[in-house]
Structures are given as C-alpha cells and as structure tokens.
C-alpha cells in the first residue's frame, strides 16, 4: 500500500521555480509543473498565461533564466526539440507542418533513415513503419504522401512518430482544434492507449469538456504565474474558470433574446464542391448556427457564398432580390462579410499594422480620394478597436504582436467596418482565450441587436447551442435538420440529438 | 542558467536591436560615409555628392519599381533588358526616323510599360513565377532591341535630347531632379494609397488579401507595369547619357537594384519595405562606386565589396530582427 503510494507520486516531469523574461516582459515567474507517469496533465489558462513559453522551455525552443527542471528524476537540460526526442520528450505543435512530398514512412524515419551503407534502406524502412502503422489502426500504407492525409490523420502520424521513438512524455498543444467529434474520439482512444503504456502526456486545451473527459490533473496557469495543480475528481468547471481568470465568470453564452425582423438573406438550392442543394434563409437579428462535422461541407458553402471557391448552382437573395457574388469583393460591396476559420491564412497580414489590417476591405467603400483619408482611417479603427476592447499598444503595431484573441477582434473589427448587412462567422472563438471567448461571444450579440444577420459555424456543439436562435445541422454536405432556441431551453433537443443528427441520424 | 543583459554601446541589448532594426541601414550609411571621408577627403566635396546623386538616379529607377516587384513577392529581372530597348526604340525613332524628342521619349517608355504590363499579367493570371517570367521575357526583350537596333549603336547627336543628363536647375541636375520627384511619388503610391495598400496585403498574405476582397490581377499588373515603366524612365536618361542607343547596356542592372531593395529592408518573403530604406539603400550602392572609385581601388574590388556589403547588411539585420525568440 505504502509502495503503492510512492509509486503513484512518482513524478517523471519536475519543473521547479521556473522563470523566464524577453526583454521587459515576464512570461513566466517562478512556475511549477509537476507530471506523473502515465497520467493526462491539463495545462489550463488564457493565452498569454504562460503555457506554451513554458511548453518552448521543456523542448529547449528557449531557455529558462532560472529554475530547474527534472526528466525521470535526472537533471534535464536541452538545447532543442531533437535533443528533447533523444531525452524521450516530444511535442506535437497545434498547427502541423509536415513536408507534404515525404510519405509516412518518410515522415517517422525522418533524420532516423534506415541506411545500407550510404544508400537509404526504403524497403526496410517502409517495412518497419507499416508495422508500426498497423498497431495503431492506421487506414493508410506506410508509403502514401502526407499531402494526402487528413489533419487528424496528419497528427495521429505526428504521434506514432513520437511513441516510436520511445517518448515518454508527449506534449499535446490544441491537439483537436481542427479536429472533429470522430476524430476527437479517435484521438482520445489513442491518448487512453499511450496512458495504459505508461506514457505521459501533457494536454494544452481551451476546451473545458475534452480537459473533464480525458485528463487526471490540471495545473492553471494565469499571467505568467502558477495558481496551482487539481485533481480533475472533485474540481468543478466554475473553479477552473475562476482560478484562471481570477474572477467568477457569471454565464459562459452571454445570448440576450433580440428582436427577429424580415428575411435578409435567403440561399436556394446551392449546390457546390463539398455540398449540395442547400436552401436556408437567415433574418435581421438573427444568429444563424451552423453545426456539423468538420469537412461536412459548413465551410465550403459559406467560402461558396463568399465566392471564394465557386458554386456550380442555386440561387442567392439578398432583401429579397437575386445577387451574383463571384468574388469576395463584390459580396462584400453587397453587405457580406466573412470571418474565416484559419485566421493565419485568410484572416490578418501578420506582419501590416493593426490599421492597415483592420482598414483592407473597406477601402474601395471608404477611400474615394487618391490620397487615404488616414485621420478618417484612424479614428474609424479606434472607434472600432474600443468597441471590441482590443488590448494593442497602438494601432500601429504589426499585427502577429497581439495574442490569438485580440487578433480575432481584428479580424472581427475590419469586417464590422464594412457595416454588413450579413456577417459569417466560421469558427469565431478557435484558439481564443476564455475571456476573449465570452467577449466575442456579447459582440454577436450586440451586432444582432443592431439587425445584423449572423450566421455562424462552430464546432463546439455548447457554444452553437448556447448562442443560435436556429440551428442547422449538416452532414454529408446536406443539411440534415434545424432545432430552435426553444427546443433546446425547453429540452427536446439536446447534444445528443444534435451531434445524432450531424452523424446522419434523425 | 541566469543571463545578465549584455550592453551593446551603452544601451540595452533589446534597445540597441530596435534601434537598429529602424535606424540600422542609416547607420550603416553614416559609418561608410565617414570611413571614406577619411581615407579620401575629396569625396566630401558638393560636387561629389552632386556627382553620386546624378548617377545613382539610373539605379534608383530601376530599384523603385524593383521593391515594389519584391514587396508582392516577385522580383523583375526584366529590367536590364528594358533599358536596352528603350535606348534602342530612342535611337531607332530620333537619329533614323527624325521623331521629335517628346513623341520618342513617349513611345519609348510606352513600349517598357507594355513588356511591364505583360509580365504583371503572365504571373497573376497564371501564378507564374515572377522569377520564370521575367527571366524569359528578358530574353525576348534583349532581342527586340537587337532587331530594333539593328545590331549596331545608333550615335545620338541631338543635344536637347543630351541635356536630359546635363541639364541644370541652379546648381542640381535634372535626373536628380526626376530622382526627387521618383521618390517622393512612390512614397505616396506606397504609403498612401489604397494600391500601396494593397500592394503590402498581396505581399504579406495573399490569401488574406484575396479574402479581403483585393484584386490580384489588377494589383500585381499595376506593379510590374509601374516597375516597367521606371525602367523606361531610367532607360531614356541612360541613353541620354550616353548619346547613343545600344542593344548591350543594362545588363546586370537588376543586380544593383535588388541590392538596393534588400539593403533598403525589403524583404524577400514579401509585405515589407519603406521608400526611405531603399533610397538609402542605393546610395550606399552608389557610395561603393564612387569611394572606392575615388580611393584608387580596382574594380574587381568593387564587386567583391557590394556583394560582402549585402551579404553583411542582411545577416546584421537578421541578428538584430531575429523574429523567433
């Protein structure tokens, strides 16, 4: 019994007094993180808390100015992410990067290649991976081209590439923020699998369910210090929330009941790569959820309507007359805006001022002159930047300065600029802090009270849940069902029937 | 594992980057400037200046539209060969077909903003690359301006058309004049215009841009066009200078007006650049001529010189922007 007890708080991960500062900021003071063998460890808090510097400090991506850390009870100090793997530590990055020519067996091999002499060994090399491939359930041969693989699929190799390096501490950093409800699943029957091996795993996530469902302990972090460490038994959403924000969060879905007026924007019959036959229509002051899987075809109706990819038929109204959008400027002349899913590669120009971003798509609206207006411009994006309670030093600053979720409110700022009549949302709050979540969350609010029509996608069935008057549910590229607000306050329609739905059911 | 703050020149190593991250490439400037003053006096005259000043201008053309090429992340290596075929379309209209000076210089620089157009248009409308494009249309262009010279310089004896290169406005000559007036436009263009705009967005994130509403098509045309039309601006001061129209000349030109770019901070993955920084940029091209012409050294040295300039401004700039720490 008592040995039973060492055992179990036996530590493999020691991160003791942790500090670290660029330049004037200090990103972490004298942190603690503790990870048991074979355990799930939350790491929870608000961007800008600290996890990922922390994250950066254990695979030698920096160095910490003090503190010490301990891997399997030695001292551990490495200088980057390959010496962290060789230590038996890996980390699998929110956004994927893997070189889309090498094929998976390329990709777990990589810098690791099966030789013969100075010739590589492809045959024992793909060998080797296939086997490997096979004890996780793979779908595909070892020889198929990362280009080809899904994210999820993308990742899961990312994974397999770690264990078969014989990492016992895998950190996973947003790992299912692209991925969804199947493939979460998946992803969490593998993470069960490596826990039962005695693996580690380290877990970065926003998404308070996944945290409840699948880790042991969670240490939160907020603003660069350490709060402390909970055993997810006994611990309550509420206390997170509040350990991270340092203040009680009343409601999570801020939705206020506005007036519905007229149809604004109808959709008959379109029909596209990915879906087909897609008819709704949307009201002034109205929040239209989309919900489904990923790749169900929510995106690419709305990139369609956007007329960023093209659509091969069906028919838009706009105020009850028929519109033609081919290209996003003129659905943005017609009172369109969309916010895309991938902010980094539709959303900002990371490297422009905040002004530049925010002012982009209005200019053909607002500038008529040769010469910018930029006082007009200026006083436009402050206004704009203070309604959203965008925290940035100036609006002057390049863009990739700001955190994920003041990022977001530039997207969000340089589409309410265009003052649209119709604003789609896709995936509004991915990779945003809590608190920046529930702000973001009041400001469609705030823009459906005004009679704007909002549409928007998400993947978090209890955001699509708590936010929509409507919700239409996709699957395959069809829309299969539409639940109202009053179904889900007077409980008829819940999570499950929902996601039943989105997975083809009635 | 504790770093003490080392100190660089007595400020904050954090300072001391930024500072240099904004000011860095005047600095470096200043120190050439002050290095040769000392090893050769006569390179501090006014007339020096004035002298660098006149034959930078060429250069600067060229390097204008060039930044805006690198900025949507292009290049335009068409440019040399620009030079080329407007001298020879001047040589061809005013000493064999008896043109007037105005209508020449016109047609000329019209035709550069033709080959301008067409290469913007080849790379946005079918995602070419910039560097495949005007790599092959530099080709074609060299050999208009053979066809069109007929092989053989065409001497330029007008001497109004030779005043473009000598004339003065009280003690300034005109292409110094026109390099003002270049710099201050493309300032505007860039800063302060809705295509300066757009030009930055295409760069930095295509996507984005796209996503936002901004025509590719329209927005790289316009700037090879603009880059093509420089050239031929500094095609017809070139020949001016000259006296006489050969299918020959220009050639590594582009070399000079990329280096300019990247001295000035335009960066290569596109989305960033200042006017300023490239005017500076190519007087420091400029200064390595004109010094090292003054202190006596050989040529070979000079292009030895430029590239270990470049090749040190850009590594000093990473070191002092290093994005990911």
């Given at each position: 019994m008592a040995e039973e007890m060492k055992k179990k708080e036996e530590y493999v991960l020691e991160c003791h007094g942790i500090s670290k500062a660029f330049g004037g900021t200090q990103a972490l003071k004298d942190v603690e993180l503790l990870v048991r063998a074979g355990e799930v460890h939350a790491l929870l808090g608000e961007n800008g808390a600290g996890k990922s510097t922390l994250m950066k400090c254990i695979i030698g991506l920096h160095q910490q100015d003090e503190g010490t850390i301990q891997f399997e009870g030695k001292p551990y100090a490495v200088k980057g992410p390959v010496e962290a793997l060789n230590a038996g530590i890996s980390m699998i990055h929110q956004e994927l990067n893997p070189?889309?020519?090498?094929s998976i067996a390329e990709t777990i091999f990589l810098k690791r290649e099966d030789t013969r002499g100075i010739l590589l060994n492809k045959k024992a090399q793909n060998e080797r991976a296939e086997e490997i491939l096979r004890k996780f359930d793979f779908?595909?041969?070892?020889?198929?081209?990362?280009?080809?693989?899904t994210l999820a699929q993308m990742q899961m190799v990312e994974i397999i590439k770690a264990v078969s390096c014989n990492a016992r501490l895998i950190i996973m950093d947003e790992p299912t923020s692209s991925l969804d409800s199947e493939e979460t699943e998946h992803l969490f029957r593998t993470i069960r699998d490596l826990k039962a091996k005695g693996v580690a795993i380290i877990y970065i996530s926003h998404r308070m369910e996944e945290i409840f469902q699948i880790c042991d302990h969670v240490s939160v972090f907020r603003d660069g210090t350490y709060v402390g460490e909970r055993s997810m038994?006994?611990?309550?959403r509420d206390e997170l929330i509040s350990m991270m924000v340092g203040r009680k969060v009343e409601n999570v879905f801020p939705k206020t009941d506005c007036e519905i007026g007229d149809v604004v924007f109808k959709v008959e019959g379109l029909t596209g790569k990915g879906f087909e036959n897609i008819s709704f229509e949307v009201r002034k002051g109205e929040i239209l959820g989309i919900s489904g899987l990923v790749g169900s075809g929510r995106s690419e109706t709305m990139r369609g309507i956007f007329g960023m990819d093209p659509i091969t038929g069906g028919k838009l109204y706009l105020e009850g007359k028929e519109i033609k959008i081919k290209k996003p400027s003129q659905a943005i002349k017609q009172g369109i805006c969309m916010v895309n899913e991938d902010r980094k590669n539709f959303g900002?120009?990371?490297?422009?001022?905040i002004r530049e971003n925010m002012a982009l798509p209005t200019l053909p609206l607002k500038q008529k002159a040769p010469l910018l207006n930029k006082k007009q411009e200026e006083k436009d994006c402050l206004d704009m930047g203070k309604l959203l309670t965008l925290k940035a030093a100036s609006i002057e600053h390049e863009a990739f300065s700001l955190s994920g979720g003041n990022q977001q409110k530039v997207v969000l700022a340089k589409w309410l600029l265009a003052n649209p009549k119709v604003l789609i949302l896709d995936e509004p709050t991915r990779g945003v802090d809590v608190g920046a979540k529930s702000e973001i969350h009041s400001l469609m609010c705030q823009f459906a009270a005004k009679g704007m029509a909002v549409i928007m996608i998400s993947s978090e069935l209890p955001e699509v849940m708590g936010m929509s008057d409507r919700i239409l549910i996709y699957h395959e590229g069809k829309i299969n069902g539409e639940v109202k607000r009053e179904e889900i306050l007077s409980g008829d329609e819940d999570q499950e029937s929902i996601l039943r739905r989105a997975f083809g059911g009635k | 594992m504790a770093k003490k703050e080392e100190k660089v020149l007595g400020m904050d190593r954090e300072k001391f980057r930024m500072f240099m991250g904004k000011y860095g490439i005047g600095v470096i400037l200043l120190i050439m400037m002050v290095f040769i003053s000392i090893m050769e006096p006569a390179f501090r005259s006014g007339s020096n200046m004035v002298n660098v000043a006149t034959q930078v201008s060429i250069n600067a053309m060229i390097a204008y539209g060039m930044c805006l090429a690198i900025t949507t992340e292009g290049i335009d290596l068409s440019v040399g060969a620009q030079l080329a075929l407007v001298s020879c379309i001047l040589g061809q209209l005013i000493?064999?077909?008896?043109?007037?000076i105005i209508p020449a210089i016109v047609v000329a620089i019209l035709v550069s903003t033709a080959w301008g157009t067409i290469n913007g248009f080849l790379i946005s409308k079918f995602n070419m690359f910039p560097f495949v494009v005007t790599l092959s249309t530099q080709l074609i262009i060299r050999g208009l301006a053979q066809v069109v010279s007929g092989g053989q310089a065409i001497p330029i004896t007008d001497a109004t058309f030779k005043q473009i290169y000598s004339a003065k406005l009280g003690p300034i000559p005109f292409p110094i004049l026109v390099l003002i007036l270049a710099t201050i436009l493309m300032y505007l263009v860039l800063h302060w215009t809705k295509f300066g705009r757009y030009v930055f967005a295409v760069g930095d994130n295509m996507q984005a841009a796209i996503a936002s509403g901004v025509s590719i098509i329209k927005t790289k045309t316009a700037t090879y066009a603009i880059s093509g039309f420089l050239a031929g601006v500094a095609g017809v001061i070139f020949t001016a200078k000259t006296a006489s129209a050969q299918s020959?000349?220009?050639?590594?030109?582009e070399t000079d007006a990329v280096a300019a770019c990247v001295l000035g901070g335009t960066s290569f993955a596109g989305g960033v650049t200042t006017v300023p920084g490239v005017l500076m940029g190519i007087f420091i091209i400029g200064f390595i001529y004109n010094g090292m012409n003054l202190i006596g050294i050989d040529s070979y040295y000079q292009s030895m010189t430029k590239g270990a300039v470049i090749i040190g401004a850009v590594l000093l700039d990473m070191v002092m922007n290093k994005k990911n720490s």
């Amino acid at each position: 019994m008592a040995e039973e007890m060492k055992k179990k708080e036996e530590y493999v991960l020691e991160c003791h007094g942790i500090s670290k500062a660029f330049g004037g900021t200090q990103a972490l003071k004298d942190v603690e993180l503790l990870v048991r063998a074979g355990e799930v460890h939350a790491l929870l808090g608000e961007n800008g808390a600290g996890k990922s510097t922390l994250m950066k400090c254990i695979i030698g991506l920096h160095q910490q100015d003090e503190g010490t850390i301990q891997f399997e009870g030695k001292p551990y100090a490495v200088k980057g992410p390959v010496e962290a793997l060789n230590a038996g530590i890996s980390m699998i990055h929110q956004e994927l990067n893997p070189e889309p020519h090498l094929s998976i067996a390329e990709t777990i091999f990589l810098k690791r290649e099966d030789t013969r002499g100075i010739l590589l060994n492809k045959k024992a090399q793909n060998e080797r991976a296939e086997e490997i491939l096979r004890k996780f359930d793979f779908p595909h041969s070892a020889k198929t081209l990362m280009k080809e693989l899904t994210l999820a699929q993308m990742q899961m190799v990312e994974i397999i590439k770690a264990v078969s390096c014989n990492a016992r501490l895998i950190i996973m950093d947003e790992p299912t923020s692209s991925l969804d409800s199947e493939e979460t699943e998946h992803l969490f029957r593998t993470i069960r699998d490596l826990k039962a091996k005695g693996v580690a795993i380290i877990y970065i996530s926003h998404r308070m369910e996944e945290i409840f469902q699948i880790c042991d302990h969670v240490s939160v972090f907020r603003d660069g210090t350490y709060v402390g460490e909970r055993s997810m038994e006994g611990v309550t959403r509420d206390e997170l929330i509040s350990m991270m924000v340092g203040r009680k969060v009343e409601n999570v879905f801020p939705k206020t009941d506005c007036e519905i007026g007229d149809v604004v924007f109808k959709v008959e019959g379109l029909t596209g790569k990915g879906f087909e036959n897609i008819s709704f229509e949307v009201r002034k002051g109205e929040i239209l959820g989309i919900s489904g899987l990923v790749g169900s075809g929510r995106s690419e109706t709305m990139r369609g309507i956007f007329g960023m990819d093209p659509i091969t038929g069906g028919k838009l109204y706009l105020e009850g007359k028929e519109i033609k959008i081919k290209k996003p400027s003129q659905a943005i002349k017609q009172g369109i805006c969309m916010v895309n899913e991938d902010r980094k590669n539709f959303g900002l120009a990371l490297h422009r001022s905040i002004r530049e971003n925010m002012a982009l798509p209005t200019l053909p609206l607002k500038q008529k002159a040769p010469l910018l207006n930029k006082k007009q411009e200026e006083k436009d994006c402050l206004d704009m930047g203070k309604l959203l309670t965008l925290k940035a030093a100036s609006i002057e600053h390049e863009a990739f300065s700001l955190s994920g979720g003041n990022q977001q409110k530039v997207v969000l700022a340089k589409w309410l600029l265009a003052n649209p009549k119709v604003l789609i949302l896709d995936e509004p709050t991915r990779g945003v802090d809590v608190g920046a979540k529930s702000e973001i969350h009041s400001l469609m609010c705030q823009f459906a009270a005004k009679g704007m029509a909002v549409i928007m996608i998400s993947s978090e069935l209890p955001e699509v849940m708590g936010m929509s008057d409507r919700i239409l549910i996709y699957h395959e590229g069809k829309i299969n069902g539409e639940v109202k607000r009053e179904e889900i306050l007077s409980g008829d329609e819940d999570q499950e029937s929902i996601l039943r739905r989105a997975f083809g059911g009635k | 594992m504790a770093k003490k703050e080392e100190k660089v020149l007595g400020m904050d190593r954090e300072k001391f980057r930024m500072f240099m991250g904004k000011y860095g490439i005047g600095v470096i400037l200043l120190i050439m400037m002050v290095f040769i003053s000392i090893m050769e006096p006569a390179f501090r005259s006014g007339s020096n200046m004035v002298n660098v000043a006149t034959q930078v201008s060429i250069n600067a053309m060229i390097a204008y539209g060039m930044c805006l090429a690198i900025t949507t992340e292009g290049i335009d290596l068409s440019v040399g060969a620009q030079l080329a075929l407007v001298s020879c379309i001047l040589g061809q209209l005013i000493s064999n077909k008896g043109w007037g000076i105005i209508p020449a210089i016109v047609v000329a620089i019209l035709v550069s903003t033709a080959w301008g157009t067409i290469n913007g248009f080849l790379i946005s409308k079918f995602n070419m690359f910039p560097f495949v494009v005007t790599l092959s249309t530099q080709l074609i262009i060299r050999g208009l301006a053979q066809v069109v010279s007929g092989g053989q310089a065409i001497p330029i004896t007008d001497a109004t058309f030779k005043q473009i290169y000598s004339a003065k406005l009280g003690p300034i000559p005109f292409p110094i004049l026109v390099l003002i007036l270049a710099t201050i436009l493309m300032y505007l263009v860039l800063h302060w215009t809705k295509f300066g705009r757009y030009v930055f967005a295409v760069g930095d994130n295509m996507q984005a841009a796209i996503a936002s509403g901004v025509s590719i098509i329209k927005t790289k045309t316009a700037t090879y066009a603009i880059s093509g039309f420089l050239a031929g601006v500094a095609g017809v001061i070139f020949t001016a200078k000259t006296a006489s129209a050969q299918s020959n000349i220009g050639v590594g030109y582009e070399t000079d007006a990329v280096a300019a770019c990247v001295l000035g901070g335009t960066s290569f993955a596109g989305g960033v650049t200042t006017v300023p920084g490239v005017l500076m940029g190519i007087f420091i091209i400029g200064f390595i001529y004109n010094g090292m012409n003054l202190i006596g050294i050989d040529s070979y040295y000079q292009s030895m010189t430029k590239g270990a300039v470049i090749i040190g401004a850009v590594l000093l700039d990473m070191v002092m922007n290093k994005k990911n720490s």
